[in-house]
């Protein structure tokens, strides 16, 4: 027993001095992550779109429509290109990429307003960006709102009309509605992935090079050793950084702990795996070049399965980063209860075990017999 404790320990720690002394696996594993923790959320740190140019088509030029136009001058959202009575050319101003929207003032928007007609204000935007038809929409529909209210309390004893009560959106995890609270909880598990799969291939590959045939105890020293390194990386990412980037975060503590070895056990097995048919480490360089798009397109983040053919769905459903994206938003992001995810993290140990399993016997038996 002190023995097979002995040995564990001295290849445990032989795992970690092989990873320091190789530059290559060394920054895959440990200073790429802390790396990515400021890469990425710097990238979105304005979090969403400013100033979007638009035009305003004014036909009426009239009180109200001056109203309006000084109202959408005071959003951030939206900053006015040109005021024209012109439709034809706003329409030209959006097709030539000058503006990403039109606003139209109708000539008989006055009189709209008093008899409480339906319709009146148009508003045309370039669907060639989402995220700033969104920006401009929500900045528009604003200013036009109290404008128009303003209004109305001027004819209120002339006219039986009311204004439709608003709607006021109240996002329920991502607060601010921004893109980077959106998108770095969901790449961080990713990053955490890809890391191990390329860091831990390299080094597995360039033990097989020496024609390594691990016993049982150094196999699970180093499943040991990279479950430490990646549980340490998913804390960083899902503590520090969350907090030092205001992203939402701690939904369910407790759960978070649970799933990370988990999942990160999922991912050890995934690689121990797949190294296993490397030839040289540069393999693993090859399989990240073209794994990880496609991995966060499947995971239902930049596109909702149920958007997907059924196939994509069932083959995004059996990735383990599928799970894990979606189990540490739910966890991180939405504070679900932990039995609401533990289909997940069934799931992902279920694999788990069978991925060491046939690693482990790819490793040393399949070797031995080749």
Known sequence: MKNSTKDFLYFYFKTFKDIVRNSSIFTTLVLSVILYSFFYPTAYKAEHAESLPI??????????????????SKSPN??????????????????????????????????????????GVGLYLSAAYFLRTKQIGLGLATSIENAIAEQMQKFGNISHFTPALSVHQI??????????????????PLIIHQTIVLGLS????????????????EFFAIFSAILTIGCLGC??????TFWFYDYPHGGNFFGMLIGVP????????LTMLIASYFDMPERAGHVIVFTSIPLFLLSGTAWPHSAMPEWMQWLGNIL???????????????????????????YLATVAAILLAWGYFRLTYAHKKS
């Open 78 to 119: 939206v900053k006015i290109k040109a005021v024209t009575g012109n439709f034809a050319e706003a329409e030209m101003m959006v097709k030539t990429q000058q503006a990403d929207g039109i606003l139209l003032l109708p000539e008989n928007l006055s009189n709209s307003v008093r008899r409480g007609e339906v319709g």
């Open 235 to 240: 804390f960083y990412l899902f503590g520090f």
């Open 320 to 346: 383990p980063s599928t799970q894990g994206i979606q189990m540490f938003i739910q966890l991180n992001q939405m504070g679900v209860p932990l039995n609401i995810v533990i289909p997940k993290l069934i």
């Open 262 to 269: 988990i999942f990160i056990s999922c991912v050890i097995g």
């Open 202 to 217: 390299m080094l597995i590959a360039g033990y097989r090079l020496q024609n390594w045939r691990p016993s049982k105890t």
């Open 171 to 188: 996002p329920l995890f991502n607060t601010i509605s921004g893109y980077g609270s959106y998108i770095f909880p969901a790449i961080a």
């Open 55 to 72: 035009v305003i088509v004014d036909e009426e030029q009239s009180l109200i429509t001056s109203k309006i136009i000084g109202e959408v």
